[in-house]
């Protein structure tokens, strides 16, 4: 009773607070992928690129705004732009660009051509919002992205220097981090590079973004600032292909978990990319209450994984109280591909408002607590169907099965890796002992029992 009166309270000082709040909106662009070589005459079979010979079988056409077998063409990246800037271009606090801005195919390609083509975005987004900071961080498919390669964490930063102060600039060029404070506000933003979070091996700290972190994270918290992360790759597994290692590595993972709980009352959003599909993750303190959360949002590109899943490119709106960082909704838009290439225009429309969607009329990690507890309990509630649909950014994948259901809200609410596994094993080792006699209660029993330490 207790700690369920301290929840009503801390609801509803969010709804006092946001009923005052000043607003303010941001851009969240992520995963862009943008393909040079794309061509409308390419070879979908072959990244749609153009072959010098005509390929033969049968390849079907693609499209002018680009195909689910194939990376973005520039019709695409150009079109997300001016819809950002249509919609909601001149009133908007900053955008936040959270990496792989250049194709997966474009890895050992050539430098100059990597190069030209980071420009050109960096180009695209600096005309968009000539009045407004881009805060941009690194995708683990970017050039430049890790130690040792030919183009330098100091050439993207020059790049870049337009949005990035000289304090920004400087930890920049030694590990490819930096945090922004908008004194205005209190609000510190700290974007992370993780991709130096990706091997087994090497050193405990590398380049030493740990230590800086922690070093900031301990400054906010006297100063009484509010935090956002902001980082390409969250921990935790990918919940379309949940048996791919995750390449945010277990150690990290587990250092980053602690670090958020310990200045959970600070952290007020976390920003992620990389997965390319529309979903959240929720981090629980030593006592199983929800304490912090991270919103993944959905790529611009269409190109399906390996998994075969696929998702219609997509663009996120945040809307927030600009004294305390709080954020109060977001619109998701979403572009569909195929009336798009079909009508030669690329109309892109609001999928869904987060509130009105779900139901809810706060975010908070108490309250996508309750939402993953709605998957837990009627795994085929309209609750989790509407979930489904937007992961995939407005396409109908087919039907989610139990099994998918469970690999979901595992994947939601239980970031440690190793306590992933153990709650896909539990749900396993349940359906193969319920057999025939399988029903919803069973799957909320499940459920229940995967992940004991969630209240």
């Keep these: 009773m207790i700690m369920l009166g301290i929840h009503i309270f801390i609801i509803g000082l969010f709804m006092v607070t946001s009923s005052t709040a000043k607003i303010g909106y941001f851009w969240h662009i992520t995963d862009i992928h943008y393909d040079y070589h794309y061509s409308a005459k390419g070879d979908v079979r072959k990244n749609c690129w153009k072959t010098e010979k005509e390929s033969l079988g049968t390849s079907r056409p693609n499209g002018r705004f680009g195909d689910y077998s194939c990376d973005s063409p520039w019709a695409l990246v150009e079109s997300a732009a001016r819809a950002m800037k249509a919609k909601h271009g001149d009133n908007i606090e900053f955008v936040l660009w959270t990496g792989d801005g250049l194709s997966r195919n474009a890895i050992g390609r050539s430098s100059e051509n990597q190069v030209e083509a ?47 102060p000289t304090e920004a600039i400087q930890t920049f060029k030694t590990g490819g981090y930096y945090t922004i404070e908008r004194k205005k506000h209190k609000l510190r933003i700290i974007a992370l590079n993780t991709n130096l979070y990706t091997s087994a091996y090497g050193p405990e700290d590398p380049q030493a973004q740990w230590a800086w972190l922690e070093g900031v994270l301990a400054k906010s918290h006297r100063n009484k600032e ?21 390449l945010f590595n277990e150690r990290f993972a587990r250092r980053y978990l602690r670090l958020v709980r310990k200045y959970s009352q600070i952290i007020v959003g976390q920003f992620f990319g990389h997965l390319h599909s529309d979903t959240f993750r929720l981090i629980y303190n030593e006592q199983g209450e929800p304490v912090s959360w991270m919103l993944m949002a959905p ?8 998994s075969g899943a696929i998702n219609n490119p997509g663009l ?4 927030f109280d600009t004294d305390t960082g709080q954020v109060l909704d977001y619109t998701q838009y979403y572009l569909d591909l195929k009336i798009a290439n ?18 809810m009329n706060y975010l908070t990690a108490q309250s996508l607590h309750h939402l993953a507890q709605s998957f837990r309990h009627d795994p085929h509630s309209i609750m989790f169907n509407r979930y489904y649909r937007a992961n995939s950014v407005g ?12 690999t979901h809200y595992c994947a939601i609410t239980q970031i440690d890796y190793a306590q992933f596994t153990r709650c896909q094993e539990a749900a396993a080792a349940a359906l193969a002992s319920s057999g025939p006699r399988f029903t919803v209660a069973t799957m909320a029993s499940v459920l229940i029992s995967a992940a004991p330490f969630i209240t």
């Design 226 to 246: 509010t935090v956002y992360f902001v980082g390409h790759m969250g921990p935790g597994a990918d919940e379309r292909q949940p048996e791919a290692v995750p």
């Design 395 to 406: 396409l109908d994948e087919g039907h989610c099965d139990t099994g998918c259901v469970h």
């Design 118 to 164: 980071l420009k050109n975005l960096t180009n695209l987004l600096r005309n968009t919002f000539s009045s407004q900071f881009v805060f941009p961080v690194l995708g683990h498919d970017d050039p430049g992205s890790s130690p040792g390669e030919r183009l330098t964490f100091g050439d993207l930063a020059d790049y870049w220097k337009q949005w990035l």
């Design 342 to 359: 079909q009508r030669d225009q690329a109309d892109w429309q609001p999928e869904y408002n987060f509130s009105s969607y779900y139901e």
């Design 316 to 319: 996120r709106l945040y809307k």
């Design 299 to 306: 790529a611009v590109t269409p190109r399906q994984s390996t």
